[in-house]
């Protein structure tokens, strides 16, 4: 049976806007309309605009209220200025088209060397049929971006390095612990409505007070920025759950498998979200 996958960010935010223990994680997300967006706007200084259906970071607007009454608006490496609300929804309209997207609360991101980071983490089914999270790794910014995805320019980097500086070895255990939990109870909760997930990539945001936030839930999760990270087990872990739950063509597995040992290298099978 194929591993489910569910593109609409909107849909995944209902569901998990459900549960109990997720919720508070979640920041406000709505479709975006200019009623939404001005109301948004008026509770929050800074939003961010995303496709309802897409990856990589593409099409991920930034958009902050500035104190002289200007409007800010980032979309990769571009910057847009804006004199009225009125003007800054026609631009977001000529740069969206016709696609849905949706509009979230910004969170203002801890940073590593003045640039921005969130975490990627991994949670998977075990060959046990048991939820599991597997991995945790940091996603540095492009300096000149408003988005951490590696395919957008960021670095993948430690959980440990990001925030060496910024939490004790305490508050980091409990932080991991914690993220654990949130993954778990993701999972959980999104599989209630879709019966067949294998594998989350959850983006998560550390805000200034060290609170956690659920930005996204992806269902085709990237397992190769693992490779990145410090502990060869963490990747090899989440490969080894991956092909038990038919996330590779099992043609290619075994020559897979044989790659992994001997080198430690492996090509992309599937098109992921990073």
Same mark, same amino acid.
């Given at each position: 049976?194929?591993?489910?996958?569910?593109?609409?960010?909107?849909?995944?935010?209902?569901?998990?806007?459900?549960?109990?223990?997720?919720?508070?994680?979640?920041?406000?997300?709505?479709?975006?309309?200019?009623?939404?967006?001005?109301?948004? =706007?008026?509770?929050?200084?800074?939003?961010?605009?995303?496709?309802?259906?897409?990856?990589?970071?593409?099409?991920?607007?930034?958009?902050?209220?500035?104190?002289?009454?200007? @409007?800010?608006?980032?979309?990769?490496?571009?910057?847009?200025?804006?004199?009225?609300?009125?003007?800054?929804?026609?631009?977001?309209?000529?740069?969206?088209?016709?696609?849905?997207?949706?509009?979230?609360?910004?969170?203002? =991101?801890?940073? @590593?060397?003045?640039?921005?980071?969130?975490?990627?983490?991994?949670?998977?089914?075990?060959?046990?049929?048991?939820?599991?999270?597997?991995?945790?790794?940091?996603?540095?910014?492009?300096?000149?971006?408003?988005?951490?995805?590696?395919?957008?320019?960021?670095?993948?980097?430690?959980?440990?390095?990001?925030?060496?500086?910024?939490?004790?070895?305490?508050?980091?255990?409990?932080?991991?612990?914690?993220?654990?939990?949130?993954?778990?109870?993701?999972?959980?909760?999104?599989?209630?409505?879709?019966?067949?997930?294998?594998?989350?990539?959850?983006?998560?945001?550390?805000?200034?007070?060290?609170?956690?936030?659920?930005?996204?839930?992806?269902?085709?999760?990237?397992?190769?920025?693992?490779?990145?990270?410090?502990?060869?087990?963490?990747?090899?872990?989440?490969?080894?759950?991956?092909?038990? @739950?038919?996330?590779?063509?099992?043609?290619?597995?075994?020559?897979?498998?044989?790659?992994?040992?001997?080198?430690?290298?492996?090509?992309?099978?599937?098109?992921?979200?990073?």
């Amino acid at each position: 049976m194929a591993v489910q996958r569910v593109k609409s960010k909107l849909a995944k935010t209902k569901v998990l806007e459900q549960h109990c223990y997720i919720r508070d994680f979640i920041p406000l997300t709505r479709e975006l309309s200019k009623v939404s967006l001005n109301e948004m =706007l008026t509770q929050h200084s800074m939003v961010y605009i995303k496709p309802d259906i897409g990856s990589f970071g593409n099409g991920v607007m930034r958009i902050e209220q500035q104190p002289d009454g200007l @409007y800010r608006l980032q979309l990769q490496s571009d910057i847009y200025s804006y004199s009225s609300f009125d003007r800054l929804y026609e631009g977001i309209r000529k740069l969206a088209g016709h696609k849905k997207y949706l509009v979230q609360r910004g969170i203002e =991101l801890l940073r @590593y060397n003045d640039r921005r980071f969130d975490l990627r983490v991994m949670v998977q089914k075990n060959p046990k049929g048991k939820w599991e999270t597997t991995g945790i790794i940091g996603r540095l910014a492009h300096p000149a971006k408003a988005v951490t995805n590696y395919h957008s320019g960021g670095t993948p980097l430690s959980f440990e390095q990001l925030t060496q500086a910024i939490l004790t070895d305490e508050e980091r255990q409990a932080l991991t612990q914690r993220l654990k939990l949130i993954g778990a109870a993701a999972a959980s909760g999104l599989q209630s409505a879709y019966p067949r997930l294998k594998e989350l990539g959850l983006d998560i945001a550390i805000d200034t007070d060290k609170r956690p936030w659920l930005l996204e839930v992806n269902t085709l999760p990237d397992p190769w920025l693992f490779r990145k990270h410090d502990d060869p087990a963490v990747f090899r872990k989440i490969y080894h759950y991956a092909a038990a @739950y038919g996330r590779f063509k099992h043609s290619r597995r075994s020559k897979r498998a044989r790659q992994l040992r001997s080198s430690g290298h492996a090509h992309k099978t599937q098109k992921p979200s990073p």
